[in-house]
């Protein structure tokens, strides 16, 4: 289990300075979709009781009726757990030494990228669209040195301030590292 | 040809109108075989989420209460549904496709 205390591999004097999910407004579209898929049998249900008032008193349709109806719920709510573990799983770590990306794609699939902030090159934000621009999320491209070149931040919230704090600790970091080098060949 | 049919037919009627009433009537309790099929997988398939959560999620509310909401959700889910379940004879017999029936919707 993550904990703000304690980072994978944690560097001496490493302190967290943001977490970053996808935006709220991403996580309350899938509520949205699946209080529609709630609705949606009632509704169903509704229409064929008005065709057919005794479908909930028959010996075979009630007894299909509720087996259906209860499979189909409890799908519903799993389903709607997976996507929630999927949006809340995938996070993005800034700390004041590196950034961490950690990615949950799908069940036993984990990926784990980490990157020090000295190696960052280029910081883009994009926001794209109606929602991402009224609800000011969107994306966040770190260009590195390192061996996965390209970091992406996907529908996180404010990106550009994002983007501002990523290139100020970016800044800090190389001094620091510059800073080091200089002792070290002295 | 025809005669060499009907010969064929009038040895295997008695198979014929096993098979027949084997299909024409059940019990009610196979439906419940699907049902528990799915009960099964959807068990499995909520303890691999559970675990995620807990071996993954941060340690902090949101995981712990998010985990509590859905297994107390399913909880209810379940025991609403067992509580429609021992309402119903499950061993009634059903009878489709029957001629005695004049073509009516067995409910």
Known sequence: ?186 | MYANDANIYSRHSHIISVIRVIFMSFTLSIFLIPYLIFLLLWLIFSVVAIYHMFKFGFKNFTTYFTTFTFILISLIMLIVTYGYVIEIDWSTNVTVFSSSMDNQLPY
Do not use: C
């Open chain 1, 1 to 186: 289990m993550l904990s703000a205390y304690h980072l994978p591999n944690q560097i001496p004097g490493e302190k967290i300075v943001k977490v970053l999910r996808r935006d709220l407004f991403v996580l309350f579209f899938k509520i949205l979709f699946f209080i529609v898929l709630f609705i949606l049998p009632l509704f169903v249900l509704f229409i064929t009781i008005q065709m057919f008032p005794d479908v909930l008193e028959g010996q075979v349709t009630r007894p299909i009726i509720i087996l259906l109806g209860s499979s189909y719920y409890l799908f519903i709510w799993l389903f709607f757990f997976f996507s929630f573990i999927d949006y809340y799983l995938d996070i993005w770590i800034i700390t004041n030494e590196r950034i961490i990306d950690v990615q949950q794609k799908g069940f036993f699939s984990r990926v784990i990228a980490e990157q020090r902030l000295y190696r960052i090159q280029d910081v883009t934000s994009e926001v794209n669209g109606l929602f991402p621009t009224v609800f000011k999320y969107g994306e966040i491209y770190i260009q590195t040195a390192g061996a996965k070149q390209r970091f992406l931040f996907d529908q996180v919230p404010h990106p550009n301030r994002v983007r501002n704090i990523i290139i100020t600790l970016a800044e800090r970091s190389k001094k620091k590292q510059r800073q080091e080098m200089k002792k070290v060949n002295l």
